[in-house]
């Protein structure tokens, strides 16, 4: 059973830089993809970015340019680095684990609680 620990959500002004942890226990972390969604309140969960167990990875267009993500496997654990933050990034951030295909589907195979992130303006 995997479990997933997300930490490092705040309260930040806008422009300011946050980086999201994703700590992954009783799995096998380094063969699986990894996935940020977030979901803002009235809106859908929408996937931000993802890595592969191959270290490739994928940002939405909305947060191109601005986020990144990464993961260290001797850490089993992922992160997500947000800079030039603007309000309407504001959102529960969550980190999930599967494949590449459920996860862009929206269906992983497991889910963090989530952190809250508040970008004020």
């Known amino acids: 059973q995997v479990q997933l620990v997300e930490s490092g959500g705040g309260l930040v002004q806008a422009g300011g830089s946050l980086r999201l942890s994703c700590s992954s226990s009783?799995?096998?972390?380094?063969?699986?993809?990894m996935g940020w969604y977030r979901q803002a309140p009235g809106k859908q969960r929408e996937l931000v970015a993802d890595i592969t167990s191959g270290g490739i990875t994928t940002v939405a267009d909305s947060v191109k340019g601005r986020f990144a993500i990464s993961r260290d496997n001797a850490k089993n654990t992922a992160y997500l680095q947000m800079n030039s933050l603007k309000p309407e990034d504001t959102a529960v951030y969550y980190c999930?684990?599967?494949?590449?295909?459920?996860?862009?589907?929206?269906?992983?195979?497991?889910w963090g609680q989530g952190t809250q992130v508040t970008v004020s303006s």
């Open positions: 009783g799995g096998i972390f380094w063969a699986k993809d």
């Open positions: 999930a684990t599967g494949n590449i295909v459920g996860l862009r589907l929206g269906k992983p195979g497991s």
